[in-house]
């Protein structure tokens, strides 16, 4: 069975110019990238994308981590990967959660820390489970930005719709 699963190159892993070497990394898994792009993080989606976590102490600060406050880089890169196992794949190539716990091998065990803040940078976001990685995936992408059909969509007209287009 398919399965998708939401990535993101945190902003500690933009500064660090790691975008290459985590793209890398993830192609091992040979699956399929069906979006990605570039992503500004508002306030309210860092807190909801991290919304479960909201009664942690670190809360406050992994907000601020997520939207770049803390690395002067405000934004994210943010892709779905797309084939069988994806999540699974993904997370084991991720390493665990605690840089200093994760095996040294894997992506954020060579290129995460832990701040004196108390935050762990990990450089890397990777849904944890199906239903995780659906509600994720709904938050960062629009049905038309990923070139599978994977979730339910339905057509709307809006009228008087203000959008920029090229000028
Ligand atoms: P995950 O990213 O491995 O799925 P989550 O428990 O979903 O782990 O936590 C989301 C993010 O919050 C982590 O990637 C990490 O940046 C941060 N985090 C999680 N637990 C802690 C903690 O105990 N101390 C500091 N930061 C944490
Ligand atoms: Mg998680």
Redesign the pocket.
Known sequence: MNQAVLILIKPDGLKKSLTGNILTRLSETKLEIVAAKMARVSRELAMEH?K??QD?P?FEE?VK?LRGELHDRMKVMALVYWGKDAIKKCRDL?G???PEEADPTSIRGSYGR?TTT?????VI??S?NESEAAREIKLWFGPDEIIVDMYPMKEIVEKDCKKNVWA
């Open positions: 991290y479960q976590l942690k670190f992994l981590y991720a665990a959660t605690n832990i108390g935050v762990y940078e990990n976001h990777v944890s």
